[in-house]
């Protein structure tokens, strides 16, 4: 399997809505990052991670693909 991209080093800090289906780009590669813009499909080992969050609040969505948390921001850029 390919390794993602990393698309920045450091999370996506931004307000989500409660009960809205988010596409989390898994490739690094979508213009439209943190989001999947279709761009995995030149690459068959990624397809994008769907999500909803509870509570419409501020989110720091991870923006390196190196951490076990995700789509959420675990701090594994700190390492990078």
């Not at 931004?14 to 596409?23: Q, R, V």
């Not at 990624?46 to 789509?71: H, I, M, S, T």
Request: charged share 30%; proline share 5%.
């Amino acid at each position: 399997m390919s390794e993602a991209v990393i698309a920045k080093k450091s999370p996506y800090v931004m307000e989500l809505e409660a009960g809205k289906d988010y596409y989390w780009c898994t490739c690094g590669k979508s213009a439209k990052q943190p989001f999947c813009d279709g761009a995995h499909k030149a690459d068959g080992d990624f397809a994008p991670l769907k999500f909803q969050v509870d509570e419409a609040k501020k989110y720091a969505v991870c923006g390196c693909r190196r951490n076990d948390g995700k789509p959420f921001c675990n701090g594994a850029h700190k390492n990078l």
